[in-house]
């Protein structure tokens, strides 16, 4: 008898008698060198939420990693959805320069806070399927400059308490604040 010249039928309350472990990519092809598997894109790693600020005159700029294993080796595009966008749209060269897409890293070079805070989410495909990250949210903060005010000294009496009153700064850390 060839290998595969048999049908096995099971009762489908009775599947959980077969070993599955010993399963593989390979199961039921023929094929069992792992190199020759197809396999769909999956995502083993994108970055996490990003905050980008002011240094100096420029922004600090924006990567973004996102990897994916599969056969054959998947391609990568990126998509932004702003809040209030129904639509998402295609992070390219085409937008302008300062976006840069190298096997799966998107770089935004000078970040702009109208265009480029968003959710972004990469998407990885081969012709066997597509996937696509969690989003990965990218927002703009600050941290507003500190008082050269010098400190007045503050008179207090050994085991009572003293309430020091300090100068608050501007601050938006992209969780909210405004």
């Known amino acids: 008898m060839t290998p595969g010249g048999f049908i096995c039928q099971i ?3 009775d599947t959980w008698k077969i070993y599955q472990q010993r399963r593989d990519f390979s199961y039921g092809t023929g094929v069992t060198d792992p190199n020759q598997w197809r396999t769909g894109p999956n995502i083993t790693f994108h970055s996490p ?3 980008f600020f002011h240094t100096g005159s420029m922004m600090t700029p924006v990567v973004l990693d996102c990897q994916a294993s599969g056969n054959p080796r998947p391609t990568y595009k990126w998509f932004r959805q702003a809040v209030g966008q129904k639509e998402r749209q295609e992070v390219t060269s085409a937008l302008g320069p300062k976006y840069v897409i190298t096997n799966g890293r998107l770089t935004i070079s000078n ?3 109208k265009e480029d805070v968003s ?3 990469c998407e990885a495909t081969n012709d066997v399927g597509i996937v696509q990250s969690n989003p990965i ?3 703009y903060g600050y941290l507003g400059e500190f008082s050269n005010d010098g400190v007045s000294a503050t008179p207090a009496r050994m085991y009572m308490g003293v309430e020091i009153s300090c100068q608050s700064i501007q601050a938006k850390t992209g969780k909210g604040d405004n």
């Open 137 to 139: 949210e990218v927002s």
């Open 49 to 51: 939420n990003t905050l």
């Open 111 to 113: 970040p702009s806070e």
């Open 119 to 121: 959710q972004y989410t």
């Open 11 to 13: 009762d489908k309350a």
